[in-house]
Structure formats: structure tokens, C-alpha cells
């Protein structure tokens, strides 16, 4: 038990650096991909190049542990040094971009990682909490291929990050993706769209488009899952040769490449969208003063509950001009968790809480609910009364 609160405290202590980390980092974007080989990577460092060349502070964050590629596509190596307050300083790639990868932490570049979930889980929160990444405009997070213990840990840490997937054109490419939107549904991340790479290769000599793995499979399945295509890229020999050199940077820098041209389409869609999807907090206090508020409470044995996945019902307050006109008790159908997609089901703009995580606080507000937390062990219908009295839930 001892051990065991030990544990919990640091798992706290390491979600309040990343909480405080993540407030100088306006945008977070994750490459996701359901299989390797289809060129995540690539267009992570890219991405990230191609948004500091536009003037944008970027970082590159390489979440892949046990297949670390970033540092080779980049050209750089060696540890990462540490500043007076023992936090990692990332390596500086270019003016407004530096990366942070788990290879800057062996000594021996190959060294095998073989880590289980936990470790990789507070692996990925010293990336992000301990790391003087200082204010960035957009963190690229390049994750390893699947669904697995990476992009996972991803999701929790950091609530706001948008998910990108990159896919070949050819079908077994594509009912992967199907499962990267899958997960992204699971976790609550929002996808905001998906590129096909590698849809093709110009010959250099005729300049005709030969289609090596089939194409459109991306611009398909966008259209179907309802997805943002956010644009395709062809395959370049002279990019394979330049990121095997470490000189992807420099190979991003000339404009003239059919390839760079197509890809800053792709990173005009991409800051578009994350435009576009951008959460603002919902004001608690603007709820207050509204005529009408319907407002759960997540209960567990008729108390507010701990924290929501232990709420065991959920109780559905009607408030007009700040009277309780009608109230219900909910039990989801069919399953054992409640979720803040549950809850939104129920067309509520406040939820009030004893305990939440940030994770689903960002998606509350998302679903433009408010969130009252650290309510006291109150009946439902007091803590509504406190609500509208103004001793509960300030801003």
C-alpha cells in the first residue's frame, strides 16, 4: 500500500510538470500511421520543417522508443545536455526548431529499448514535462507505428494534441487507418486528417506519373470516414537519399522540388485545421447567469462521484431561472464506464464533479460542457443550489 501511494504521488507530481509544460506550447500535432514503411516519419520531420521555415516555433518530439529515426533523417547526435534546474535541453536543428528524441539518451545509439507500458508511459512525460522546450508555436509528435503504449500515453498527457495519419494508397495500407480512427475515437483525440504518401513517382525523363502502390485509396477513405484529405505526396528518390544523409532539412529548404511544393499545400491544411479545431475553455460563469442550464452530476452510491470512470449513474438536472424544474436519475445502457461522450449524449452544458483529469476536461469542452470540479460531498440537488448561489465552481 505504501509503495502504492508512493507511485501515485509520482505519477502525479510528473502530470503537474507536463500540465505546466504544455502551457507554452500552443499546438500539438501527432503522425499517426496504422503500419510502418508507409513514411510517418518523413513527414513528421517535414512538417516541422517546413512550419519553421515559415517562422513557426516547432518542436519535433520522437515518441518512437524502440525505433528511434528522427535523429538520422536530421543529421544530429549525441546526448542531451542538462541545464542547472536538471532539465533536458533539446537539440537545436535549425532557427525556431529543436528535437528531442529517446536516442539522445543512449549511449549507445544501438541499444535496444526494451521497455513494458509503465516505463514507456513516464519515458514520454519527461519528454514533454522535463524538457525546456520553452514557448513553441507547434510540437510535432512523431509516434511508432499501430495503436499501441506510445500513442497511448500520448493521448493522456497531452489533451489537446490533433491527430494527423499518413497512409500508402494501396488497400491494406488503408484498413489501417481505419483502426488508426478507431483509436482516435477510443481516446478522444480529434483527427484532422489524413495524407496519402508515396502515391506515386515521376519519371524524370517523360515526366509522366507512374503509381507504384495503386492511388486515390487516401482521398477515398477520407471521404468516406468523413476525414479532411489533407493532400498527397509523390515518392522523390532524391528525399530518400537526403534523410538517409541526415540532410532532410536541407533538402526541405529548396522551394523549387515538386515535392516541398506539394507538402506546403499539406502544411497550409494542417495549420488550417488546426485553426479550425481549436477548444476554448467554457466559462463556468457565463453558464451561471444563463435562464436555462441543464446540468450531471456523475454519482457513485448516491454521492458525487471520486472520479467519473467510477460514477455508476448519473444525475440530470433541468434548471430555468434558478429553480430545479425537473431532475432524473441515468444509468448508460450496456456498459461499465461513463464517459464524457455519454454524458454529452444527454445534451447537458454543465457537469460537476468531485475529481478530473485534464484529458476530460479538454473533451468536455470540447462538447461545450463546463466543468465544475472539486465539488464537496454534497446531495445533487445542494450541490445544484450551491452552484447558483455562486459558492461552487468559480472561474
Same mark, same amino acid.
Not at 249 to 274: A, C, G, H, L, W
Not at 304 to 310: D, E, G, K, M, T
Not at 374 to 383: F, G, R, T
Given at each position: 500500500?505504501?509503495?502504492?501511494?508512493?507511485?501515485?504521488?509520482?505519477?502525479?507530481?510528473?502530470?503537474?510538470?507536463?500540465?505546466?509544460?504544455? %502551457? @507554452?506550447?500552443?499546438? @500539438?500535432?501527432?503522425?499517426? =500511421?496504422?503500419?510502418?514503411?508507409?513514411?510517418?516519419?518523413?513527414?513528421?520531420?517535414?512538417?516541422?520543417?517546413?512550419?519553421?521555415?515559415?517562422?513557426?516555433?516547432?518542436?519535433?518530439?520522437?515518441?518512437?522508443?524502440?525505433?528511434?529515426?528522427?535523429?538520422?533523417?536530421?543529421?544530429?547526435?549525441?546526448?542531451?545536455?542538462?541545464?542547472?534546474?536538471?532539465?533536458?535541453?533539446?537539440?537545436?536543428?535549425?532557427?525556431?526548431?529543436?528535437?528531442?528524441?529517446?536516442?539522445?539518451?543512449?549511449?549507445?545509439?544501438?541499444?535496444?529499448?526494451?521497455?513494458?507500458?509503465?516505463?514507456?508511459?513516464?519515458?514520454?512525460?519527461?519528454?514533454?514535462?522535463?524538457?525546456?522546450?520553452?514557448?513553441?508555436?507547434?510540437?510535432?509528435?512523431?509516434?511508432?507505428?499501430?495503436?499501441?503504449?506510445?500513442?497511448?500515453?500520448?493521448?493522456?498527457?497531452?489533451?489537446?494534441?490533433?491527430?494527423?495519419?499518413?497512409?500508402?494508397?494501396?488497400?491494406? =495500407?488503408?484498413?489501417?487507418?481505419?483502426?488508426?480512427?478507431?483509436?482516435?475515437?477510443?481516446?478522444?483525440?480529434?483527427?484532422?486528417?489524413?495524407?496519402?504518401?508515396? =502515391?506515386?513517382?515521376?519519371?524524370?525523363?517523360?515526366?509522366?506519373?507512374?503509381?507504384?502502390?495503386?492511388?486515390?485509396?487516401?482521398?477515398?477513405?477520407?471521404?468516406?470516414?468523413?476525414?479532411?484529405?489533407?493532400?498527397?505526396?509523390?515518392?522523390?528518390?532524391?528525399?530518400?537519399?537526403?534523410?538517409?544523409?541526415?540532410?532532410?532539412?536541407?533538402?526541405?529548404?529548396?522551394?523549387?522540388?515538386?515535392?516541398?511544393?506539394?507538402?506546403?499545400?499539406?502544411?497550409?491544411?494542417?495549420?488550417?485545421?488546426?485553426?479550425?479545431?481549436?477548444?476554448?475553455?467554457? =466559462?463556468?460563469?457565463?453558464?451561471?447567469?444563463?435562464?436555462?442550464?441543464?446540468?450531471?452530476?456523475?454519482?457513485?452510491?448516491? %454521492?458525487?462521484?471520486?472520479?467519473?470512470?467510477?460514477?455508476?449513474?448519473?444525475?440530470?438536472?433541468?434548471?430555468?431561472?434558478?429553480?430545479?424544474?425537473?431532475?432524473?436519475?441515468?444509468?448508460?445502457?450496456?456498459?461499465?464506464?461513463?464517459?464524457?461522450?455519454?454524458?454529452?449524449?444527454?445534451?447537458?452544458?454543465?457537469?460537476?464533479?468531485?475529481?478530473?483529469?485534464?484529458?476530460?476536461?479538454?473533451?468536455?469542452?470540447?462538447? %461545450?460542457?463546463?466543468?465544475?470540479?472539486?465539488?464537496?460531498?454534497?446531495?445533487?440537488?445542494?450541490?445544484?443550489?450551491?452552484?447558483?448561489?455562486?459558492?461552487?465552481?468559480?472561474?
Amino acid at each position: 500500500m505504501a509503495k502504492q501511494k508512493v507511485e501515485m504521488g509520482q505519477m502525479k507530481e510528473q502530470e503537474m510538470m507536463v500540465r505546466e509544460a504544455l %502551457k @507554452k506550447i500552443k499546438n @500539438k500535432v501527432m503522425i499517426l =500511421s496504422g503500419k510502418g514503411g508507409v513514411g510517418k516519419s518523413t513527414v513528421s520531420v517535414c512538417l516541422a520543417t517546413d512550419l519553421a521555415n515559415r517562422g513557426y516555433k516547432t518542436g519535433i518530439l520522437d515518441v518512437d522508443l524502440h525505433g528511434p529515426s528522427v535523429p538520422r533523417m536530421l543529421g544530429i547526435s549525441g546526448l542531451l545536455d542538462i541545464d542547472s534546474e536538471k532539465h533536458l535541453i533539446p537539440k537545436t536543428v535549425m532557427k525556431n526548431l529543436s528535437v528531442v528524441s529517446i536516442e539522445y539518451l543512449l549511449a549507445d545509439k544501438n541499444q535496444a529499448v526494451i521497455w513494458r507500458g509503465p516505463l514507456k508511459h513516464s519515458a514520454i512525460a519527461q519528454f514533454i514535462g522535463q524538457v525546456t522546450w520553452g514557448e513553441l508555436d507547434y510540437l510535432v509528435i512523431d509516434s511508432p507505428p499501430g495503436t499501441g503504449d506510445e500513442p497511448l500515453s500520448v493521448a493522456q498527457l497531452i489533451p489537446d494534441a490533433k491527430g494527423v495519419i499518413v497512409t500508402q494508397p494501396q488497400e491494406i =495500407s488503408l484498413a489501417d487507418v481505419r483502426k488508426c480512427i478507431t483509436f482516435c475515437k477510443h481516446v478522444e483525440m480529434e483527427p484532422i486528417g489524413i495524407i496519402e504518401n508515396m =502515391s506515386g513517382i515521376i519519371c524524370p525523363h517523360c515526366g509522366k506519373k507512374f503509381h507504384i502502390f495503386k492511388s486515390g485509396g487516401g482521398e477515398k477513405i477520407a471521404l468516406i470516414t468523413g476525414l479532411p484529405f489533407l493532400g498527397t505526396l509523390n515518392f522523390d528518390p532524391d528525399l530518400v537519399d537526403a534523410a538517409d544523409k541526415g540532410k532532410l532539412v536541407s533538402y526541405m529548404s529548396d522551394e523549387k522540388r515538386p515535392y516541398n511544393q506539394d507538402f506546403k499545400k499539406i502544411t497550409d491544411n494542417v495549420i488550417k485545421r488546426v485553426e479550425e479545431t481549436r477548444v476554448e475553455p467554457i =466559462s463556468v460563469e457565463e453558464i451561471r447567469r444563463r435562464r436555462w442550464i441543464r446540468v450531471a452530476i456523475p454519482l457513485f452510491k448516491d %454521492k458525487v462521484a471520486p472520479i467519473l470512470p467510477q460514477a455508476d449513474e448519473i444525475a440530470v438536472f433541468h434548471v430555468i431561472e434558478g429553480r430545479i424544474e425537473e431532475s432524473a436519475r441515468l444509468r448508460p445502457e450496456g456498459k461499465h464506464t461513463i464517459t464524457p461522450a455519454d454524458i454529452s449524449q444527454l445534451k447537458v452544458n454543465l457537469v460537476i464533479l468531485k475529481d478530473i483529469k485534464e484529458k476530460a476536461k479538454y473533451v468536455f469542452n470540447r462538447y %461545450k460542457i463546463g466543468v465544475v470540479s472539486n465539488a464537496p460531498d454534497l446531495p445533487p440537488e445542494k450541490l445544484i443550489e450551491e452552484f447558483l448561489a455562486g459558492r461552487l465552481g468559480g472561474d
